[in-house]
T-cell receptor, first 113, second 120 residues
Framework: KAGVTQTPRYLIKTRGQQVTLSCSPISGHRSVSWYQQTPGQGLQFLFEYFSETQRNKGNFPGRFSGRQFSNSRSEMNVSTLELGDSALYLC????????????FGPGTRLLVL | AQKVTQAQTEISVVEKEDVTLDCVYETRDTTYYLFWYKQPPSGELVFLIRRNSFDEQNEISGRYSWNFQKSTSSFNFTITASQVVDSAVYFCALSEALGRRSGGYQKVTFGTGTKLQVIP
């Protein structure tokens, strides 16, 4: 069974630009969660999508948004990039119930210059 | 509110030593789930184990073992005879249910991680 895939793996952008990251979950998983990981803040929850609906959201500004498609693939968008947005962005998929394990993709490393 | 504390930021051990990574959690729920993940330098979080709040049996898997104690709200992870390949950041996580009326979905909180370095 294929794991969670994320594209692109690496990205370099400049301040003010926008970026879109993609996540394809494990087949059959309907929940996709996004996390930001930085050395100073650790793993921070961005949002979770389930069946194309955002049902949980972390404390991030509105510049961070996402969506989920009918095939459960998810995209995350960051507009007006800031230097502090440089991070590893991880997505995780699961069946979406509390007892279910989240399986993570390899992440996208974003560098904002 | 749920919280996961991994007080050990970094640990260094010499190969073949045993090492225990601590995890303490806070939750108001009686039903919850605990996880350990390993993050090697490549960046991907690898799932290691899941435990539910009703199962306090300790578990051993090869060189890995987990000690779950509800009385102290701890879920500690021990690596026996550590190896260089064990060098990674280890995360403990807590999953609770939200929105039970709508079927329940998970809110996952991660600890800040413990960086383990195994020196050859």
């Amino acid at each position: 069974k294929a794991g969670v895939t994320q594209t692109p793996r690496y990205l370099i952008k400049t301040r003010g630009q926008q970026v879109t990251l993609s996540c394809s979950p494990i087949s059959g998983h309907r929940s996709v969660s996004w996390y930001q990981q930085t050395p100073g803040q650790g793993l921070q929850f961005l949002f979770e999508y389930f069946s194309e609906t955002q049902r949980n959201k972390g404390n991030f500004p509105g510049r961070f948004s996402g969506r989920q498609f009918s095939n459960s693939r998810s995209e995350m968008n960051v507009s007006t990039l800031e230097l502090g947005d440089s991070a590893l962005y991880l997505c995780a998929s699961s069946f979406g119930q509390p007892q279910e394990t989240q399986y993570f993709g390899p992440g996208t490393r974003l560098l904002v210059l | 509110a749920q919280k996961v504390t991994q007080a050990q930021t970094e640990i260094s051990v010499v190969e073949k030593e045993d090492v225990t990574l601590d995890c303490v959690y806070e939750t108001r729920d009686t039903t919850y789930y605990l996880f350990w993940y390993k993050q090697p330098p490549s960046g991907e979080l690898v799932f290691l184990i899941r435990r539910n709040s009703f199962d306090e049996q300790n578990e051993i898997s090869g060189r890995y073992s987990w000690n779950f104690q509800k009385s102290t709200s701890s879920f500690n992870f021990t690596i026996t005879a550590s190896q260089v390949v064990d060098s990674a950041v280890y995360f403990c996580a807590l999953s609770e249910a939200l929105g039970r009326r709508s079927g329940g979905y998970q809110k996952v909180t991660f600890g800040t991680g413990t960086k383990l370095q195994v020196i050859p």
